[in-house]
């Protein structure tokens, strides 16, 4: 394909992958605590700034594997190769630095610190530059957006969530169950009328099981 329509399906990959790791960010975020509370004690909490933290490096290393398979594909490997080489040394120095400090905390920030340096922004650099030939600015846009619904929405899930919650198995039995529905709902809201949405809920209505259900109904 041309690199027009090229862009437009990595586009696409990458809306998928904000959903994916977006509604996993905020369940773990709405979930995680009270789950190590019920499981564990509270005595095993990690505590707010370790726990969003980690959460952040998951969704940040999330969502690089749109870029990481567009590269893969295009057989891009020269341009970054010494990246691995830095990015570990970043976080070695920064984990001991700030591990020495603040403990396990450190150590994430480490780890963010150094994809943050490099690879989630170099790498989609580099694949607009050989891939796509336009600029990745409207990536990194679209980037930083994402996450701003993602954090938006958990704060907001786990705001009416914490509302009525009290413990006990059942309660978090519901408030899972609430998370995974308000959670979707709210990326919705947000999505619902974007490109990449609407393109993609285009595609789902052109596959063969939809078509099957909707001979059915007629």
């Given at each position: ?26 369940c773990f975020f709405v979930l995680i605590d009270p789950f190590i509370e019920l499981i564990f004690g509270e005595k095993y909490l990690l505590g707010f700034s370790i726990v969003f933290v980690a959460l ?81 600015f409207k990536y990194y846009l679209k980037t930083i957006i994402y996450f701003i619904i993602v954090l938006f929405s958990a704060i907001i899930t786990k705001y009416l969530l914490d509302l009525f919650y ?53």
């Amino acid at each position: 394909e041309n690199e027009k329509k090229r862009e437009e399906t990595f586009l696409k990959m990458n809306f998928i992958a904000f959903w994916l790791y977006g509604f996993s960010f905020i369940c773990f975020f709405v979930l995680i605590d009270p789950f190590i509370e019920l499981i564990f004690g509270e005595k095993y909490l990690l505590g707010f700034s370790i726990v969003f933290v980690a959460l952040l490096n998951f969704y940040v290393t999330g969502m690089r594997v749109p870029v990481g398979i567009v590269k893969n594909s295009a057989g891009i490997y020269d341009q970054d190769k010494y990246v691995p080489l830095i990015q570990s040394a970043i976080n070695l120095v920064v984990s001991i630095i700030l591990g020495a400090k603040y403990g396990l905390l450190g150590i994430f920030i480490g780890t963010l610190v150094s994809s943050l340096a490099l690879p989630n922004w170099h790498r989609p650099y580099i694949v607009y530059k050989n891939v796509f030939k336009s600029s990745p600015f409207k990536y990194y846009l679209k980037t930083i957006i994402y996450f701003i619904i993602v954090l938006f929405s958990a704060i907001i899930t786990k705001y009416l969530l914490d509302l009525f919650y009290t413990g006990g198995f059942w309660m978090f039995a519901l408030r899972t169950v609430l998370c995974l529905v308000l959670s979707n709902l709210l990326l919705l809201i947000f999505t619902f009328n974007t490109r990449e949405f609407k393109e993609l809920i285009k595609m789902g209505k052109e596959t063969s099981i939809w078509k099957k259900i909707k001979r059915l109904q007629s």
